[in-house]
């Protein structure tokens, strides 16, 4: 697969050219991949090909639709390079990456090509290497005693007993090991900041939560998915009605640290 590469003296992105828009690989220069890279997983759908992860980070609409009714995004994509800035677009989805120090600023744009107006969140998905931690503050500071201050959220395929959840009373831990079967784990963060933690290298995200906004999927944030190919880093922005040719947009600062 064919990609366009920036690099800077602390920090290298690669985006593919021929699917996506798609993150494929970050690391520091001459450093492993943190991102999980999956070319053969993916599933069936009823446009007449499969739908193909790849791995890397990507940017879906929430709420999830049926797996067999995602729209493959195997297909070229405008890629534009300007000095430590990257761009990548199709017609509904752009991601816009600049890299400045040890951090990346991302920004997630989502446009309604339909012609109908959408209740809908952008959803900014990382798939990074098994074998790590991710570790999502839980507590809510500053709040009243009498008012709750956390919320988890299951999914049906989901367990409090999965050996890869590790909770605690100010955060959650999804521990990236094979075990059997999927896992999935969702929260309002309240803090805007996640992280997930490799032998070599910690991957942080932030983002500006809003937890007084609608969200989906039960009022999450942030959801953390996991298997054994790959575990998922996600943030979601609240939910927004969008007219035809309108956008939603929503912004992820990175940070790598080796």
């Given at each position: 697969?064919?990609?366009?590469?920036?690099?800077?003296?602390?920090?290298?992105?690669?985006?593919?050219?021929?699917?996506?828009?798609?993150?494929?690989?970050?690391?520091?220069?001459?450093?492993?991949?943190?991102?999980?890279?999956?070319?053969?997983?993916?599933?069936?759908?009823?446009?007449?090909?499969?739908?193909?992860?790849?791995?890397?980070?990507?940017?879906?609409?929430?709420?999830?639709?049926?797996?067999?009714?995602?729209?493959?995004?195997?297909?070229?994509?405008?890629?534009?390079?300007?000095?430590?800035?990257?761009?990548?677009?199709?017609?509904?989805?752009?991601?816009?990456?600049?890299?400045?120090?040890?951090?990346?600023?991302?920004?997630?744009?989502?446009?309604?090509?339909?012609?109908?107006?959408?209740?809908?969140?952008?959803?900014?998905?990382?798939?990074?290497?098994?074998?790590?931690?991710?570790?999502?503050?839980?507590?809510?500071?500053?709040?009243?005693?009498?008012?709750?201050?956390?919320?988890?959220?299951?999914?049906?395929?989901?367990?409090?007993?999965?050996?890869?959840?590790?909770?605690?009373?100010?955060?959650?831990?999804?521990?990236?090991?094979?075990?059997?079967?999927?896992?999935?784990?969702?929260?309002?963060?309240?803090?805007?900041?996640?992280?997930?933690?490799?032998?070599?290298?910690?991957?942080?995200?932030?983002?500006?939560?809003?937890?007084?906004?609608?969200?989906?999927?039960?009022?999450?944030?942030?959801?953390?998915?996991?298997?054994?190919?790959?575990?998922?880093?996600?943030?979601?922005?609240?939910?927004?009605?969008?007219?035809?040719?309108?956008?939603?947009?929503?912004?992820?600062e990175w940070e790598l640290h080796a």
């Amino acid at each position: 697969m064919r990609t366009e590469v920036v690099e800077t003296a602390h920090l290298r992105v690669e985006v593919a050219v021929d699917a996506g828009p798609r993150v494929l690989r970050l690391s520091t220069p001459g450093g492993t991949n943190v991102f999980a890279e999956t070319p053969d997983a993916g599933w069936d759908t009823v446009h007449g090909r499969p739908f193909r992860l790849l791995g890397g980070h990507r940017l879906w609409p929430a709420p999830e639709c049926a797996p067999e009714e995602q729209l493959p995004d195997d297909v070229p994509v405008d890629v534009r390079v300007h000095g430590a800035t990257i761009s990548v677009h199709d017609e509904t989805r752009r991601l816009e990456l600049q890299l400045e120090g040890m951090r990346v600023h991302v920004r997630h744009v989502l446009t309604n090509a339909g012609d109908t107006t959408v209740r809908v969140a952008a959803w900014a998905l990382t798939q990074l290497r098994p074998g790590g931690v991710a570790r999502v503050p839980l507590r809510r500071d500053g709040g009243a005693e009498q008012l709750p201050d956390r919320k988890i959220v299951l999914w049906p395929y989901g367990s409090l007993g999965d050996p890869r959840l590790e909770l605690a009373d100010d955060r959650l831990c999804v521990h990236a090991k094979p075990a059997p079967g999927f896992f999935k784990v969702g929260c309002l963060n309240h803090t805007g900041r996640i992280e997930y933690e490799l032998e070599d290298a910690t991957f942080v995200k932030r983002f500006t939560p809003q937890p007084d906004a609608e969200h989906a999927d039960l009022g999450c944030n942030v959801e953390v998915y996991v298997r054994d190919e790959f575990l998922e880093l996600e943030t979601l922005s609240p939910l927004r009605d969008v007219p035809p040719g309108g956008s939603i947009e929503h912004i992820e600062e990175w940070e790598l640290h080796a």
